[in-house]
C-alpha cells in the first residue's frame, strides 16, 4: 500500500489528493468529526466508533479537532480501537482548513 497511509498527519492539501487517489483505487476516506462541529464546505462524518467498524477494513479516518493537536495526541488510541483502518490526523485541524483548496 502507500506510505503515507503510516504518517501521523496530514495536510489539507495532502488529505485531498490521497483521498482522490484512494478513492480512485477503492478504498473508503473519511474527514472524522471529533468535536461535533462540521467543516463548512467539507464532507465530515461525526465521530462514531460503532458505525465506523462497519466500513470496510482498510478504510482512511483523518480525525480533526479545532487545532489538530488533541486527535494527533490520541492517535494511539483510535488505532487501538480501529485496528485494521488507518488513522490519520489533519495537522492544523479545523482552524487550518481553507475553503479554497
Not at 28 to 48: E, F, M, Q, S, W
Amino acid at each position: 500500500m502507500h506510505d503515507y497511509l503510516n504518517q501521523d498527519e496530514w495536510t489539507q492539501e495532502e488529505f485531498l489528493a490521497h483521498k482522490k487517489e484512494l478513492e480512485s483505487e477503492g478504498v473508503r476516506v473519511l474527514l472524522v468529526d471529533t468535536i461535533a462541529n462540521p467543516i463548512k464546505g467539507a464532507d465530515t462524518t461525526l465521530y462514531n466508533p460503532y458505525e465506523m467498524k462497519e466500513l470496510p477494513e482498510g478504510s482512511v479516518f483523518v480525525f480533526y479537532c479545532d487545532t489538530g493537536k488533541a486527535t494527533k495526541e490520541r492517535l494511539g488510541e483510535f488505532r487501538k480501537k480501529f485496528p485494521g483502518y488507518y488513522c490519520i490526523s489533519l495537522r492544523g485541524g479545523r482552524g487550518y482548513w481553507r475553503q479554497t483548496l
